[in-house]
T-cell receptor, first 109, second 113 residues
């Protein structure tokens, strides 16, 4: 079983739509969680950390469910500039990150 | 603040040839990582250094891949001999000590023909 699993998509949504991505992880001892964003032919960049209580950053909301071992990312009021691949990332400790395959989002005008 | 630097940006080699990639992390970052990202997949950790010591190289194909981090700063990743399946983007990342954000370089896109 993979450490981190994501639906690869693609998700094609109109501007202004709300879209949600889920990700599951296999190791219950995983310590911290992140969403990274990767634009086409660019390097990954941290979008946001995911806290146990859930956290919000503008139009982006991240949630963690330790009991079910999944992480979610919600994007409200999608913009064209949100088009990218969103990578779910799990830290098993010692800053050893496991990346999912990514979910591709395309926001359509 | 300067970011993570990598070179070359692109490399095309024939199978069985050798290749080396270079990475200069963000100044003061103790931890350095090399990842392999195959098209359509997420980055896969190859090796993690803490200063100049190896923390994790469990996914490094040691029969052909090697890496070093001299003096705990710059790092090189070498493939010898290359195989077709090594075609990928090789990403270097660095982070301060402790868990948290990793900062990625632009990557080296390797094509093995």
């Amino acid at each position: 079983r993979k450490e981190v699993e994501q639906d690869p998509g693609p998700f094609n949504v109109p501007e202004g739509a709300t879209v949600a991505f889920n990700c599951t992880y296999s190791n219950s001892a995983s310590q911290s969680f992140f969403w990274y964003r990767q634009d086409c032919r660019k390097e990954p960049k941290l979008l946001m950390s995911v806290y146990s209580s859930g956290n919000e950053d503008g139009r982006f909301t991240a949630q963690l469910n330790r009991a079910s071992q999944y992480i979610s990312l919600l994007i409200r009021d999608s913009k064209l500039s949100d088009s990218a691949t969103y990578l779910c990332v799990v830290n098993k400790g010692a800053n050893n990150l496991f990346f999912g395959t990514g979910t591709r989002l395309t926001v359509i005008p | 603040e300067a970011g993570v630097a990598q070179s070359p940006r692109y490399k095309i080699i024939e199978k069985r040839q050798s290749v080396a990639f270079w990475c200069n992390p963000i100044s003061g970052h103790a931890t350095l990582y090399w990842y392999q990202q195959i098209l359509g997949q997420g980055p896969k950790l190859l090796i993690q250094f803490q200063n100049n010591g190896v923390v994790d190289d469990s996914q490094l194909p040691k029969d052909r891949f090697s890496a070093e981090r001299l003096k705990g700063v710059d790092s090189t990743l070498k493939i010898q001999p290359a195989k077709l399946e090594d075609s990928a983007v090789y990403l270097c990342a660095s982070s301060p000590s402790g868990p948290g954000e990793q900062y990625f370089g632009p990557g080296t896109r390797l094509t093995v023909t």
